[in-house]
Each structure stands twice: as C-alpha cells, then as structure tokens.
C-alpha cells in the first residue's frame, strides 16, 4: 500500500518535469538553431500514456477473488482523487507572476511585468493536505447536544421547528427525528430506485405534540417533509400534574403492545427511545412504558400516541365506575385523599361479583404486564463469592466507624491513640 | 450472613455435659469474647448452642467494661446442670448473680501486695536516692 | 415573673448593643438573660394533670389539627424515591371507613410526647464488698439483655473498683440501651445541634422549631433533664416570636400550650387566638388553665362551656355564616373571655382591644348571615 502511496506522489513531478522540459526547450531552440534535431523528442513514458482513469484503476482495483474476501473495502480502501483540486493554471511549483494569466495585465496605472515571486514553501504541503481530506473518511463531529441516539445519525436529532404557514409561527417548537430510512423502489422504466422515508415528532413540551411522516429523493427534503406534516397534524394531551400520564394504560398497534406505568416525581423516562422523545416533545416527564411484541418503530409511535388520546380523566373514570377515586400516596401516609367523585354513588350491592374493582386491572383493560423472574448473578453460586463473603465480613464495618471517627476526631484515631503514642510513631515510620 | 450466626446454630446431645464459657472473637490485640453455652467436649472454634451474653475486657473511653448477661437463659442452662467456668463464675460473681468467686479475693489480693511491695521499693529508693545526695 | 422580667432586660440590653461595639460577649449574655429555661422540677408533678382525659382533650383540641398539615408531604417517611400513587374505587361506605381509619392515623401521629417531672438520680447501693478492692482499676458494668423487658425496667448494675455494686445511674443506663438495644436515630452522644449553643440558637432562629422537638423528642427521654431544658427554650422562643401557627396541627402544639399555662405565661397565646378570632379556644385555654392552676376567676363557668364547645366542628377558617345556635355560643364565650381578662390577664389593655376588634367584626358577620337567612327564607 505504502507503494502505492508513494508512486502516487510521484505523479506530480512528471508534469512538472516535461514543464522545465519545454522551458529549456524553447530556452535552447531560440538562440541557438544548431543543436535543433529532427528527430523525435520521446515525452511518453507510463505517465502520460495512459488515462488517468485507467491510471486509477490500476491502483483502486481488487481482484475478483480478493473481492469476495472483502477486500478493499472499509478502512484500508484506497479511493480515487482528483489531483487537479487545488491547482490553478498559472502557479506552480515555481512562484511567477503571469500578467494576464495568474494576474491582470493593468494593476492601477502600472504595466505589470512577468517576474518571479519569492517561493511559497508550504503550497505543496497544502495541496497534499487538500488532497489526504479527499480520500480519508471523515466522520462529523457534533457536539453531545446535537447527538442523536447514535452519533451523527439523523434519529434523535432535532430539527427545529416546523416551517411557518403563513404568519402562523411554531414558536416553541422542536422536532425530533425518530426514523430516517431508505427505500428502494423497483420502477419499470428506471429499475430500483432509492427513496428516503423520515418519521419525526414534535412538539412544544406543554401538551401540543403531533408525528409525521415524509418521504423523499433525497433525506433532507424527506425530513422537511415529515416535519411540516407533523406541524399539521397536532394533538393536545392534558399531563396530570404537570409531569406525568393520568393512570397505567395498555396500547397495541399492529402485533406491537405497550404497556404504560405511571409515575411518581423524579422516576424519569424510562421506555424505549422513540417513546422518551415524544414524551419530551409533549411535556410528560416521569413514566415508565413496556414493549412486548413488535418493535416496528412507527408502530410504536402510533400505538403511543393512541394510548395517550384513550387516557381517561379521574372524573371520567369515576363516572364511568360510578365510584369515589381515591388517591393514597406513601409520602403524605396513604391518607385517602378523594380525587375523584360522580354524580351518583353506587352501593355495595348494586356492584356486580365479578365486576373488576381493582383500579390497575381497570384502567390496563384486565391487560398484565410480564414480570420476569429475577435470577441471581452468576457470581453468587461460585465458590470466590462465598469466600470473599467470609474474608470481608470482618470488615463490613470499618467504612461506618471510619467516618463516624474522622467526624469526632478529625482523623482516624480514638481515645487509645493517645494513650499509646508510641504505636503511632511505628506506623508514620 | 456468611458466617454462620454466633448466637449459637451447634448441635449437641440432650444427655452430653454442658459448659458456659468465654469465646474469644474479636482479631488481633482486640479481644472481645462471648458467653456461650457449649458441649464440654467441643472446642471453641466449633459452633455453640447459644451466646448468652458477651464480655468486652477492654476498658471503653469512660473506662468501663461492658458484660451483657442473658440471665434468664444463664438460669435456665444452669437448671440444665450446665458446668460454669471459672472467668464466667467470676464475671457473675461480680455482677452479683454468683457469690463472689475465691479467685476474684485472691487476684485483688495479690494486686493490692504487689502495690504495696511497689510502693515500699519506690520508697525505698528515694530514701537511698536521699542518702547518696 | 422571671419570664416577665426576661423579656424586659432583653429590649434594654439590645439598646444596649447597639452603642457597644463589643457585640459577642453581650449578645451570648442576652441570649442567657433572654431565655431561661425551665425544668418540670418544682414540688408539684404534671404528670398525673397532663394524662388527665380533661385536660388531654383540650390540648388535643386546641392543636386544631388540619388534616392537609397532619399528612402533609414528609422527607422523613424513609423513602429514597417517592413511590407511586395507589387509587381505589370506593363507595360510600368503604370511604367512609377509610376516613375514620385516617383519623386514627391522625391521633397516632399527633400524639403528644408527655410532660413529666424531671428523674430523681438514682443512688441505690446492693451490695459493699472492700475485700474487692484492687481487682480492677476500670468499672464494670451488668447488662440483663433478657428478650422481652422493657428499657425502663431492665436490670442493669456496676461494680466499681472500690468493690460497691450498684444501680447504674440514668445517663449511664441511657447509654447502654443504646448499645445494645439501639433506637434507631437515636445517638450515643449528643447531637452537636443540642450542645452546641450556636447551632441550637440558628436553628431557632431559622425557626426550624418542628424539626428541633422531633429530634429532641427521638434523642432524650421525656424525664431527662436535658430534653426539658431544649423545650422549654424552643417553647419560649415560640412564644417571643408568636410563630404558634408553625406547632400547629403537630403533636407538639399541646405540650407547649401546657407548658405555657403552667408557668403562667399563655397570655400572648390568648392575644393571638383573640386576634385571629377563636374566641372559642380562648375559652378552652381558659378552662384548662382553671384545671392546671386552678385560679381563673368563674373558672367552672369556662370549664362548662368548654363542654359545650367541643362536641361543634373544628373551625380551621373564619366562618361565613352563622347560625343561632353558633351566634349564642361564641356571645358567651366573649362573656367568658371579658371576665378572665379582668381577673387574670397580664396584658389586659391588648387583649381588650383585640376583643373589642372580634366584637366588631362578629356584629357584621350576625348582619350579614340573618340578613342571608331572611332573604332566602326559612327554607
């Protein structure tokens, strides 16, 4: 490869070379017409005698056999470069001034006359450099904010706001990307064709929240697309209390299934992706959701977003049983706090026995969710494990009264530390 | 846990003589010990059948020395005709529980001579101290 | 009087302050004149008073517990992360018992800490043995950890080095329950926040006053020198700054109203109830005074009426409308106040006033509601 590399390099002085050829050519011919010969002036060598197109392949090539291996592909992969970028007729390696050419004729009132310049040391340098970023693949560096779920990647990167309609603005907008995907359509006249399909959502984080979905030629037009789509198509949900859902729901769309938890202050968003950014993008902040099923992700999307229009208020729920909601939270001591009451309370006996009471079971559609059964980790059924549980056992307190001494004394020592300098002293020595 | 319980999981015969002693836990220049129950024959490293109290013999910074007694189970292995030794016998022997082991005069005994023999050389040699001057 | 008195040098010296430059000496000094406290050390025991069911229903009553105070949003529940709401569908009656057992709840967690004298010490010799002498130069000391005796009853004993057994006294017995059988918070020594006298005076002045007694209530034992000593300060503090709104609907709202009547000083409290117009636990902080001391002139009238106040609803808010039988009620009830202040108040031109003001303001309210009632009819 380095091989390569190097014969590559050496493309540049040839020409250069047949230049100074024809200087001195026509440097020698002018004044001196007896050392004109006849014959031929050989200029062809294996440079020149080829295209450069067939120069290149001869480099870039990989044997068919080599090919089925993988080679030349990834990293290592030589690509082809155009050796004319950064070249400008008129400068060379030597820096002269061509009135006419690599100048005007007229600078102001002054003639400019064909003269040579000091040298340029780094032009070479910087021509190499153009032609290095040519060939290298550079990946695109964002900063952690701009990221999206993977990198670069379009998905969970945000977009903006949808375009205006009219005067109407989307202030306080954002989208995000959630799927960018191309598709390849077989087309009589044109065979297989490429299309960019790019799914996105957006919304203002207090309840206005729609998706859309745009394809496209190209990706930037399909994400714009979608975009404007989403801005047309937006929902209002109502957030219970400012930071999460009203009551556990079940969601199905397709063969994918959902199951949405409620939660209290500060648990976070804790779902798949996709769900985290429209939950961000509807202002919902503390939930968890299960997927069982599919994880088509415009499946996902919708089956969400259904779920969240099916929601029920607590006074709806209560008309509907026909029964007192009540709320109990641990931090205020279950004290049963009435959320929620109808018009008219059924007794006792006008409730049907097998009528389900119970609000999760209700409110999840008699739907349960999968709880896996927790396995120890492996360590803990190996012999290291049960000997490292006796070896530090002796230690299991020494962190708590460490602490507890360094806040009484201001180090590590207790009341026979003084009682016994010299064992002190040993240990500083 | 570990370690198996030291509130005692041995097991021992009904008829087998019983025994209530210190057990040395603790580690290195700290000893702390237990009074447990065990089988007179058994050593101490081999689990007992129950602790009973524990006896720290280092003095704390108020210069105390802390025994923790399970009476009611000490009077209940006792009816057992469980067998006391001697550092125990001592230990309830100051607590009140036994009456004052003869071991405990005697040790107070030999301190108190020692003391005083101290107290005569140090006299001594300041009156010998005083002489040379 | 020594309160009274208290209060007077402590606006002199702070004139006193503000012409010296040498600030730290006078303000430790102020801080000493200002707040004395004081111990439940006399003759009498409040004891056998404070458990009387009388007098217990009247603080219970006069802590006017808010049911949104009582089960307010706590950091102190234990929960690392805040859990998840639960909800029940409920009918009537399966509401209703649930709201009864909240109010149990609600007695549970307003349960007074109690008000008992200060522990006699404990000098209680066994036995005296000098042949023991020279065994050991460190005590020893005898803890019965027998399963299932209670911390106040257990045997615990010391054989000092001069060979005495005897009866550990109550720091010592403190100490060693706290080993080994420990109170969970609770810490073997003292917290820096009650000996250290600048932490303590922050966090009175931060008026951090609830979360002071809780500690003081979980770290010491109600007969402990110490803990009265902590309350009675924060009490008076309290009651410098009329903050009793902050104790209110908390457990310790009614050993402060008890400790406050039983030094004589529950006056300004009586201005405060005055002027947010409870006249009705005006009426009750009177009788509960004629039951601790005794001295309230017409004191059985006030104690009569308290009868009759107890059974109506708690008011938590100034009321909107009045009934006949409500408007009966409180005239009696200013009646009652109007004699107390002549015979027993210390600061009598004050709550007078507020009184007069109440007396306004109720004229109105009658106005308004029968006027209301005429309007709509007797339907």
Known sequence: ?429 | MSLPPASGTGRFFAKAAKSIRLIRQGCTNRPFFHISVTQRRRLNSQPVIEQLGSYDPMPNINNEKLVALNLERIKYWLGKGAHVSPPVAEILGLSGFFPIHPRTYMTAWRNRRTERENLAKQLEAEKSKEAAA | MTLLFSKIAQNNIKTVITRNNDLQILTISYRKLSIVPSLYDGKEDPAPKFFSSNVQVLLKRLTRPDFNKVFRKRTNSGLAVLRTPKYKFLTNEELEAEILKANKKADVLLQMPPVVKVHQPVDDVLSKDPALVGYDSAKYLFTDITFGIANERRLIVERDPDGTLRHCGHDVRKRLNQTYFPIPGRKIKEPMMFTNEDRFNSLLDRQEYEFLLDRACLQYEPDEASYQRITSITYQHIDMNKSYDLLRSTRHFGPMTFYLTWHQSMDSLMLELLQSGAVREGVLLAALRQALLGDVANGDNAQALAQQILPTPIQLAKPERLTEEDIQLDNKCVECIEEYIVSNSAMKSQQELALQGFREHYQQLIELSRGLKKAHGNA
């Not at chain 1, 091989?3 to 011919?29: D, E, F, G, H, Y």
């Not at chain 1, 191309?182 to 309840?207: C, D, E, F, H, P």
């Not at chain 1, 909601?325 to 006008?350: C, D, G, I, M, Q």
Request: glycine share 8%; with cysteine; proline share 5%.
């Open chain 1, 1 to 429: 490869m380095c091989s390569k590399l190097l014969s590559m390099r050496s493309l540049i002085q040839p020409t250069n070379a047949i230049l100074r050829q024809v200087l001195i050519c026509q440097n020698k011919t002018t004044p001196n017409l007896k050392t004109f010969t006849t014959s031929p002036v050989t200029c062809v060598n294996f440079f020149n005698k080829l295209p450069a197109e067939k120069l290149w392949k001869s480099v870039t090539s990989v044997s068919n056999a080599g090919a089925k291996k993988g080679r030349g592909k990834g990293a290592g992969r030589i690509r082809i470069r155009d050796l004319n970028r950064g070249q400008v007729i008129g400068v060379g390696k030597i820096n002269m001034l061509w009135p006419g050419l690599s100048a005007p004729v007229i600078r102001g009132r002054e003639l400019l006359k064909q003269q040579r310049l000091p040298d340029d040391p780094d032009r070479m340098e910087k021509i190499i450099q153009l032609r290095d970023s040519m060939t290298k693949f550079r990946r695109i560096r964002l900063s952690p904010i701009e990221r999206g779920w993977s990198g670069s990647r379009m998905p969970g990167r945000s977009i903006g706001a949808p375009d205006p309609i009219g005067e109407d603005v989307f202030t306080g907008f954002d989208t995000k990307v959630l799927q960018l995907r191309s598709l390849l359509i077989m087309k009589g006249s044109l065979g297989r064709t490429r299309n960019y399909q790019a799914m996105v959502v957006t919304g203002n984080g207090q309840g206005l929240a729609g998706f859309g979905l745009g394809r496209a030629k190209e990706a930037p037009a399909a994400l714009r697309k979608a975009k404007n789509r989403a801005g047309q198509k937006l929902m209002h949900f109502e957030i219970y209390n400012g930071h999460t859902i009203f009551h556990d729901f079940y969601t199905a769309f397709g063969k994918t299934k959902i199951f949405v938890q409620k939660k209290n202050e500060g648990y976070g968003l804790k779902c798949h992706r996709a769900i985290k950014e429209i939950c961000q993008a509807i202002g919902i902040k503390d939930l968890r959701a299960k997927m069982e099923g599919s994880n088509n992700l415009q499946h996902i999307v919708k089956a969400f977003f259904i779920g969240l229009l099916q929601q029920r208020s607590h006074q709806q729920l209560a008309e509907e049983k026909k029964l007192h909601l009540v709320e109990y939270r641990a931090e205020n001591e279950y004290f049963p706090k009435v959320v929620a009451s109808p018009s008219e309370v059924r007794t006792k006996e006008e409730i049907p026995k097998d009528e389900t009471l119970d609000f999760t079971q209700y409110v999840m559609n008699d739907k349960v969710i999968l709880k896996k059964k927790k396995f120890p980790p492996f360590y803990e059924s190996m012999p290291h494990y049960k000997l490292h549980l006796k070896k530090y056992e002796k230690y299991r307190n020494h962190e708590k009264i460490r602490l507890n001494l360094k806040s009484e004394y201001g180090e590590v020592k207790s009341f026979l530390t003084d009682k016994y300098p010299e064992e002190k002293v040993e240990t500083e020595t």
